[in-house]
């Protein structure tokens, strides 16, 4: 595996070796002991998968709120999508910066994304899959988010917004009055 952090701290990239033969491919895409080398969270206390049916689908941009802290690490298993990380965490040098990254199937790329970094993505073609690995379970009332559509954070999606959810859709605006941690619903 090749780690390697992105301009967002807490966000890595995680790129495989890949070994190939007439078989195919064969590759590791976690080893705790190379995470934990890197500074990564590396337990694992739930696997979630998330199918979006339409390209241009946005699930995000999502973290747990105190004290819940979430890390995850997102890869795309069918088709493609864009994953964005948004750093809300006030204080740190790279605040209310995003970073995007895109993970397909045939990348075979993941995101590692620190605790109180918002995530989320807009799928790039019809029947794309995600998993997630957290290393805690979802807790609900905890949950934050931001709006996906947000200028002050400037996030250029690649395609027009065909599917988000009403929550998604309904995150508060940031302003200059509400910092960014406190955006929450």
Same mark, same amino acid.
């Given at each position: 595996?090749?780690?390697?952090?992105?301009?967002?701290?807490?966000?890595?990239?995680?790129?495989?070796?890949?070994?190939?033969?007439?078989?195919?491919?064969?590759?590791?895409?976690?080893?705790?002991?190379?995470?934990?080398?890197?500074?990564?969270?590396?337990?694992?206390?739930?696997?979630?998968?998330?199918?979006?049916?339409?390209?241009?689908?946005?699930?995000?941009?999502?973290?747990?709120?105190?004290?819940?802290?979430?890390?995850?690490?997102?890869?795309?298993?069918?088709?493609?999508? =864009?994953? &964005?990380? *948004?750093?809300?965490?006030?204080?740190?040098?790279?605040? /209310?910066?995003?970073? !995007? %990254?895109?993970?397909? #199937?045939?990348?075979?790329?993941?995101?590692?994304?620190?605790?109180?970094?918002?995530?989320?993505?807009?799928?790039?073609?019809?029947?794309?899959?995600?998993?997630?690995?957290?290393?805690?379970?979802?807790?609900?009332?905890?949950?934050?988010?931001?709006?996906?559509?947000?200028?002050?954070?400037?996030?250029?999606?690649? =395609?027009? &917004?065909? *599917?988000?959810?009403?929550?998604?859709?309904?995150?508060? /605006?940031?302003?200059? !009055? %509400?910092?960014?941690? #406190?955006?929450?619903?």
């Amino acid at each position: 595996m090749i780690l390697t952090p992105t301009a967002v701290d807490g966000v890595t990239v995680v790129d495989v070796e890949a070994f190939t033969d007439a078989r195919g491919l064969f590759a590791r895409t976690f080893c705790a002991e190379e995470f934990a080398a890197a500074g990564l969270e590396v337990s694992v206390a739930q696997c979630s998968v998330a199918y979006n049916r339409l390209a241009g689908t946005v699930r995000g941009m999502h973290w747990a709120g105190e004290p819940v802290r979430e890390t995850k690490l997102v890869r795309c298993t069918r088709g493609a999508l =864009l994953d &964005v990380v *948004v750093d809300t965490r006030p204080g740190s040098p790279t605040y /209310l910066e995003h970073v !995007a %990254v895109e993970l397909t #199937a045939d990348n075979h790329r993941a995101l590692f994304i620190s605790a109180g970094l918002a995530h989320g993505y807009q799928t790039l073609v019809d029947d794309t899959e995600a998993t997630y690995q957290m290393n805690v379970p979802f807790t609900p009332g905890h949950d934050r988010g931001l709006r996906f559509d947000d200028p002050r954070l400037g996030i250029a999606w690649p =395609l027009p &917004v065909s *599917v988000i959810s009403d929550k998604d859709r309904a995150w508060p /605006l940031l302003t200059a !009055a %509400v910092p960014s941690g #406190a955006a929450t619903r």
